[in-house]
């Protein structure tokens, strides 16, 4: 008999994702963390010795931008939000975002999820400048103090968070890339280092000069004011506007320095706008609100787990969530203890040294 010919086995393939369904996806996680964000300012706002609720804070807004409403409020509630809540609320947000963003920029430089401002020594490097222009009262800080007034410190964080940046990726780059085990040797080294000069600063400093250290080495929101938020809002301006847009080129980054160059990626120039858009948010904040620990570290690496390794989302999303995380932090520095206030640094590198732990073990686990 003839043998009759079978049609061939249909192979099972497994299908991908939709691309519409991920994109939703992500879209979802950005709005998540977005609506996080409003729920912590309200709370921030309105947590405290004098409560101001939702509808209270609403028609306060409401009347400050000349809208009539009907909504009851308090006068002294209108003084404690303007004068007190809101400003820290805003710098919370300002400097929280700067240090997520910051953080999550560096993950993408380095093109590992252990990079972080503090642990690669940018904090640090900050922190030195500006506790050098509070003892080292020279002529030269002075006559520059004059001159640019409120922005001081910010400049002079910014030049120390630039160049400890600098330091460490050329004490990491071997054969033109950066190598991650030698970038956080450098790190610890840059870190142990602008510590020990920190130390003898303040071992040379005044009692009023020692009271200024102590609120750059444990970080705090208390100095807010709306002086304060308009004063650093120029240097933020870049960061936050112009870093979430180098998602797509840090996705391209990620494939390798060779394969980047040859689809056409500008690696030198990328990597300058990501050290200096970095180092500016980084020394910024340390300016205003001290050194405050992994952030940077573990906002990036929890959006990362949830949307996926697409930067795009990932810088969008640490920004936000940055900025949502130090304001519940700061609301609780402020009430968990009241009516003192526990240092925000202390808060942070409780909740962050846990994640930072579970980071490590899994990267052991996939050496092994």
């Known amino acids: 008999m003839p043998t009759i010919a079978q049609p061939p086995t249909p192979v099972r393939t497994t299908q991908p994702a939709p691309l519409a369904a991920t994109s939703w996806r992500r ?20 947590a405290g010795a004098m409560r101001i609720p939702p509808v209270a804070l609403l ?8 809208v009539p409403t009907a909504l009851a409020f308090d006068p002294q509630q209108e003084a404690v939000l303007w004068a007190i809540r809101l400003p820290r609320a805003c710098l919370a947000v300002l400097v929280g975002a700067s240090l997520g963003l910051a953080g999550a920029s560096m993950q993408g430089l380095f093109r590992n999820p252990l990079a972080d401002p503090g642990l ?8 030195l400048a500006a506790v050098a222009t509070i003892v080292l009262q020279v002529t030269l800080f002075k006559v520059v ?18 160049g400890t940046t600098f330091l ?4 990491a780059k071997e054969g ?39 609120f750059w080495s444990l970080g705090s929101l208390g100095g807010a ?23 797509k080129p840090l996705n391209l980054l990620a494939l390798g320095e060779t394969q980047a160059t040859h689809l056409g990626l500008p690696v030198a120039s990328l990597k300058r706008q990501l050290i200096v858009l970095s180092a500016l948010a980084v020394g910024t904040s340390v300016a205003v609100s001290g050194a405050i620990g992994f952030l940077g570290l573990v906002v990036p690496h929890l959006i990362r787990l949830v949307a996926g390794p697409d930067n ?9 969530g940055g900025a949502a995380v130090l304001t519940l932090a700061d609301t609780l520095a402020r009430t968990v203890v009241a009516p003192t206030e526990l240092p925000i640094g202390i808060l942070t590198a409780l909740l962050g040294t846990p994640v930072f732990l579970i980071i490590l073990l899994r990267q052991k686990r996939r050496l092994l």
């Open 176 to 214: 033109g890339q950066a190598v991650v085990s030698t970038m956080l040797l450098a790190g610890v080294a840059i870190n142990a280092l602008a510590g020990a000069l920190t130390g003898l600063l303040t071992y040379l400093a005044t009692d009023a000069q020692l009271r200024s250290i102590t």
């Open 59 to 66: 028609g306060i807004l409401l009347a400050k931008t000349g």
């Open 168 to 171: 460490v990726y050329q004490l």
């Open 27 to 46: 879209s979802g996680v950005v709005l998540a963390v977005g609506a996080l964000l409003l729920v912590a300012v309200v709370v921030s706002v309105g």
């Open 120 to 127: 690669l020594g940018v904090s640090a490097g900050a922190s």
């Open 145 to 162: 103090g004059e001159w640019l007034g409120l922005y001081l410190l910010p400049v002079v964080s910014f030049l120390g968070a630039c």
């Open 225 to 247: 004011s709306w002086p304060v938020v308009v004063g650093i809002l120029p240097f933020l301006v870049a960061p936050l506007l112009w870093l979430p847009r180098l998602g």
């Open 312 to 320: 795009r989302v990932v810088l969008l999303g640490s920004a936000l």
